[in-house]
């Protein structure tokens, strides 16, 4: 069963950095590209970032681009996500999912104040 934990969330001000985590079981996590999602309040679940299967070929949203830096570490089925800058419009809960995957976890609620 395929398994992501999310985690490194937090409240943060306008202008902030955090550094988000995922942690993928029950897959061979090197051999899968992996995507970040977020849902801000009262929208749709949107793409944030993706990673090729050995880190080499980052992608981003434009909205993301310049402030967000996705990586990962296949030795600890591990993505990260580095959020720089942060605006409000960045508020919402982040979710990882490996490409062609089905699964969600429960996501990271960030939540920016101004």
């Known amino acids: 069963q395929v398994q992501m934990v999310e985690s490194g969330g937090g409240l943060v001000q306008t202008g902030g950095s955090l550094r988000l985590s995922c942690v993928v079981s029950?897959?061979?996590?090197?051999?899968?590209?992996i995507n970040w999602f977020r849902q801000a309040p009262g929208k749709e679940r949107q793409f944030v970032a993706s990673?090729?299967?050995?880190?080499?070929?980052?992608s981003y949203a434009d909205s993301v681009k310049g402030r967000f830096t996705i990586s990962r570490d296949n030795a600890k089925n591990t993505v990260f996500l580095q959020i720089n800058s942060l605006e409000s419009e960045d508020t919402g809960v982040y979710y990882c999912?490996?490409?062609?995957?089905?699964?969600w976890g429960q996501g990271t609620q960030v939540t920016v104040s101004s």
């Open positions: 029950g897959l061979t996590f090197s051999n899968y590209p």
């Open positions: 999912k490996p490409h062609g995957t089905s699964h």
């Open positions: 990673i090729s299967s050995d880190g080499a070929r980052p």
